[in-house]
């Protein structure tokens, strides 16, 4: 199994700025996602976190507001940029290792945008 | 393209009674997963149980068991003895053998259950 750390745990910020989230796995993983969680909602993914190389997103999200970094098979980023009260979510990292055959789910980041 | 569906928004049960949370998936694949989370106010996702779709027997854990159904793609989950602690949001998941790309991880829209003193 794999043990999730993100940071900051929660926050409120000023429309137009920008936040990096941490997330810091105890282990190496093959896979690092990165998901969002809309209030009263399910989870949607944002983007695949590749080690070495630039994150493959999903349709709907790009890399110009959500930046995303995965220097190593342990850590990750995830920037919200230029944000917006339509950013409030929680912000969830999640990986996978090719060994196992189950998603772990970190604690998650509450953002809330004013 | 896979979907997981979650008819029940919300529901509620009297504690120490039963309950059943239901969940249909549509895929073309035949080598899968199936989940279901707990996701308490904290909002730790927390695994209750999964699925092999090559398993025939139903997972079983503890006071949580499923009922699968291959053949309907339908995954429900059925928590006997319902205590307080089980007041949370729970997610039907899909999950695809492991892949080098892309999402293979598909949750459903989730049911809020409530267990009622």
């Known amino acids: 199994s794999a043990v999730i750390s993100q940071k900051p745990s929660r926050d409120i910020c000023q429309r137009g700025t920008s936040l990096t989230i941490q997330c810091q796995v105890d282990?190496?993983?093959?896979?690092m996602f990165w998901y969002r969680q809309q209030p009263g909602q399910s989870l949607t993914l944002i983007a695949t976190?590749?080690?070495?190389?630039?994150?493959?997103?999903e349709s709907g999200f790009v890399i110009d507001k959500f930046p995303i970094s995965r220097p190593n098979l342990t850590f990750s980023t995830l920037t919200v940029s230029n944000m917006s009260p339509e950013d409030s979510s929680i912000y969830l990292c999640s990986v996978r290792d090719r060994a196992e055959d189950e998603q772990y789910f970190g604690p998650g980041t509450r953002l809330t945008v004013t | 393209a896979q979907t997981v569906t979650q008819s029940q928004p919300e529901m509620s049960v009297q504690e120490a009674e039963t309950v059943t949370l239901s969940c249909t998936y549509d895929t073309s694949e035949n080598n899968y997963y199936l989940f279901w989370y707990k996701q308490p106010p904290s909002r730790q996702m927390i695994l209750v149980i999964r699925q092999e779709a090559y398993k025939q027997q139903n997972a079983t854990e503890n006071r949580f068991s499923v009922n699968f159904q291959k053949a309907a793609k339908s995954f429900s989950l059925k928590i006997s003895d319902s205590q307080l602690g089980d007041t949370a949001m729970y997610f039907c998941?899909?999950?695809?053998?492991?892949?080098?790309?892309?999402?293979?991880?598909?949750f459903g829209t989730g049911t809020s259950l409530t267990v009622i003193p």
């Open positions: 282990s190496q993983v093959t896979m």
């Open positions: 998941a899909f999950m695809k053998p492991f892949m080098n790309t892309g999402n293979q991880f598909y």
């Open positions: 976190a590749n080690q070495g190389s630039e994150a493959t997103y």
